[in-house]
């Protein structure tokens, strides 16, 4: 069992920055995939970023060169770095885990957090 809290979200200006962080119960959180995923009010819950246990990282499109992702397993610890945050960027941002090295969709995920809130002001 993983339970994953996220924090770091808020409110932030066109062309900020904000970090998120997943921190996550359990010994064996270096072997797992672990997942950041976004859903905006009507929207269906969407891929934003991914690192495996070995380090290796994907992006979803929208994303790729404004945000990265990043472990620390000695803490337990996933971070989301957002940097030029733009409005279309508001979202309930989740934190998810799988063992799976594939995972990369809402349905391989088997652990959630409960989600933290991001509103980029335009």
């Known amino acids: 069992q993983v339970q994953l809290v996220e924090s770091g979200g808020g409110l932030v200006q066109a062309g900020g920055s904000l970090r998120l962080s997943c921190a996550a119960s359990?010994?064996?959180?270096?072997?797992?995939?672990m997942g950041w995923f976004r859903q905006a009010p009507g929207k269906e819950r969407e891929f934003v970023a991914a690192i495996r246990a070995g380090g290796s990282t994907s992006f979803a499109d929208s994303v790729k060169g404004r945000f990265t992702i990043s472990r620390d397993n000695a803490k337990n610890t996933v971070y989301l770095q957002m940097n030029s945050l733009k409005p279309e960027d508001t979202a309930v941002y989740y934190c998810?885990?799988?063992?799976?090295?594939?995972?990369?969709?809402?349905?391989?995920?088997?652990?959630w957090g409960q989600g933290t809130q991001v509103t980029v002001s335009s």
């Open positions: 359990g010994r064996t959180f270096s072997g797992y995939t």
């Open positions: 998810a885990a799988d063992r799976n090295p594939l995972a990369v969709a809402v349905h391989h995920y088997h652990y």
